[in-house]
Every structure is written in C-alpha cells, then in structure tokens.
C-alpha cells in the first residue's frame, strides 16, 4: 500500500469516527423519513401527470369522434341531396380522422397502464413510508431511553466518585487532625520536662516546676483526706448516741454523791 493511500484511509478512518461522534441516530431516522416523503410526493405527482395526460387524450378522442359524427351526416345530406362529389369528400376526411383516433387510442391504453403502475407504486411506497414511520418512531422511543439511561448511570458514576474523594478527603483531614494532636501533645510534654526550651524566652526553673509538681500531687493529698474525712462524718451519729447515753447515766450516779458531801461540806464550817 503506497503512502498516500494509507494517509486517504487514515483521514477517511479519523472522519468516520469524528462524524460518528457527532451522529443522532433520531436526526438521521427523520432525514430518512423526510427524502421518502419526498419521494412520496413526486411518486404522487407523477401519477397526476399521467392522469392529466392520459384526461388530455381522452378529451382529444372525444373530439374527433365527434367530428367524425358530423362528418358522417354531412356525407349523408350530400347524398341525400344527390351530391355523391361531397359526400365523398366527407368520407374521406372522416376516414383521416380514424387514423387518428386510432393512434390516440393507443396513446389512452398507454398512458393508463402507466398510470394503473404508478398508482400501485405509490400504494407501495406509502405503505413502506407509514411502516417506516412507526419503525422510526420506536427507534428514536428506543435510544431516547438507552440515552437516558445512559446518561443516569453517568450521572451515578460520577456522584460514587465525587463521593469517593470526599470520602478519602475526609479520612486525609482526620489523619492529618491526630498527626497534628500527637505533636501538639508531644510538644506539651518536652516543654514540661524542660527538654523544650520556651520560645518567648522565658528561663524554665526546674525547683519550680517541682515544687509544682509537689503542689499538685499536696493538693491531692488534700482532697483525699477531705473525702475521708466526709465518710467519717457519715458514722458518726451512731458514736454520738452511744456517747450520750454514757454521760446521762454518770451524771445520774454523780448526783447522789455530791448531795452527800454537801451537809458534810455544812459541817466542817
């Protein structure tokens, strides 16, 4: 294959696939529909045209057949009137007239028959033209709906993927969140242990950071003694009753005995 036959079909090849792109199928089914009722049409036409002509004729015939009339009572006056000289002549030309619709006549079968065949023919196509139609019609129903279809699972498609990467951006911010967490966290901790110096230029003291820490852990003590101390105060009541049952009876038993020393107390003064 030489070069430039190859570039021709590569060039033919890189149109057909550009017009394909381009292609309805709905328009190209309605160009079609279109030319065949156009071809309809002149069928139609045609057939008029016959029959015009073919009616053309038939009016001629109708003519000389009545020429051929008057000629015939023309030729039968002249005989009547003992003019055998002009009935000949009337005769003769009635004879010229046969010929004549003679031809017509075969003209007329002619242009009839013609006729009865363009009439079958335009019955035909018109019936292949109404079943084109309804073939058309239920292509275009067809792709409309693979079209939208089509254009639905595209739609879906292109939402799972969008999905997807909002998906993955989403993921991509919360590894991104704990990344930044556990540094922060990190950062905290090397600041409290003093391998971190502060950045604002503050000198770190280490006795107060323990003193700090000694605080904090005094506080707790604290806090652990109050609740021990609340728990405590939750027994008590049953101590106090105990308690002051304990102080009336020995007040009861002291009583007596400070009335006796009483008079003696009298006594000795």
Same mark, same amino acid.
């Given at each position: 294959?030489? *070069?430039?036959?190859?570039? !021709?079909?590569?060039?033919?090849?890189?149109?057909?696939? #550009?017009?394909?792109?381009?292609?309805?199928?709905?328009?190209?089914?309605?160009?079609?529909?279109? &030319?065949?009722?156009?071809?309809?049409?002149? *069928?139609? &036409?045609?057939?008029?045209?016959?029959?015009?002509? &073919?009616?053309?004729?038939?009016?001629?015939?109708?003519?000389?057949?009545?020429?051929?009339?008057?000629?015939?009572?023309?030729?039968?006056?002249?005989?009547? #009137?003992?003019?055998?000289?002009?009935?000949?002549?009337?005769?003769?030309?009635?004879? =010229?007239?046969?010929?004549?619709?003679?031809?017509?006549?075969?003209?007329? /079968?002619?242009? /009839?028959?013609?006729?009865?065949?363009?009439?079958?023919?335009?019955?035909?196509?018109?019936? &292949?033209?109404?079943?084109?139609?309804?073939?058309?019609?239920?292509?275009? @129903?067809?792709?409309? @709906?693979?079209?939208?279809?089509?254009?639905?699972?595209?739609?879906?498609?292109?939402?799972?993927?969008?999905?997807?990467? *909002?998906?993955?951006?989403?993921?991509?911010?919360?590894?991104?969140?704990? /990344?930044?967490?556990?540094? @922060?966290?990190?950062?905290?901790?090397?600041?409290?242990? =003093? @391998?971190?110096?502060?950045?604002?230029?503050?000198?770190?003291?280490?006795?107060?950071?323990?003193?700090?820490?000694?605080?904090?852990?005094?506080?707790?003590?604290?806090?652990?003694?109050?609740?021990?101390?609340?728990?405590?105060?939750?027994?008590?009541?049953? =101590?106090?009753? =105990?308690?002051?049952?304990?102080? #009336?009876?020995?007040?009861?038993?002291?009583?007596?005995?400070? !009335? #006796?020393?009483?008079? /003696?107390?009298?006594?000795?003064?």
């Amino acid at each position: 294959m030489s *070069v430039m036959k190859r570039v !021709s079909l590569i060039f033919k090849a890189k149109a057909n696939k #550009a017009l394909d792109k381009y292609e309805d199928p709905r328009e190209t089914l309605d160009y079609s529909y279109q &030319r065949q009722l156009e071809m309809l049409t002149q *069928v139609r &036409r045609g057939v008029a045209d016959v029959a015009t002509s &073919r009616k053309r004729v038939e009016l001629q015939m109708n003519s000389l057949q009545q020429q051929q009339n008057k000629l015939e009572n023309q030729a039968k006056q002249a005989l009547g #009137a003992g003019r055998d000289d002009l009935a000949r002549d009337a005769l003769t030309r009635k004879s =010229g007239l046969q010929n004549q619709l003679t031809d017509l006549q075969t003209q007329y /079968q002619s242009l /009839q028959a013609d006729e009865e065949k363009l009439t079958a023919a335009s019955q035909r196509l018109q019936s &292949r033209v109404e079943a084109f139609r309804t073939q058309k019609e239920t292509i275009k @129903a067809t792709y409309t @709906a693979a079209e939208a279809q089509s254009r639905i699972g595209e739609a879906v498609s292109g939402i799972s993927e969008e999905m997807g990467d *909002v998906g993955m951006a989403v993921q991509r911010a919360q590894d991104k969140t704990a /990344q930044m967490q556990a540094r @922060a966290g990190a950062i905290d901790e090397l600041m409290a242990s =003093g @391998a971190l110096d502060d950045v604002t230029g503050t000198p770190h003291d280490d006795i107060q950071a323990e003193l700090d820490r000694m605080g904090g852990g005094h506080d707790v003590d604290l806090e652990l003694a109050r609740l021990k101390g609340e728990l405590t105060q939750g027994e008590a009541p049953r =101590g106090i009753e =105990g308690s002051a049952a304990g102080g #009336a009876a020995g007040q009861q038993a002291a009583q007596p005995t400070q !009335s #006796a020393d009483q008079p /003696q107390a009298g006594d000795g003064s």
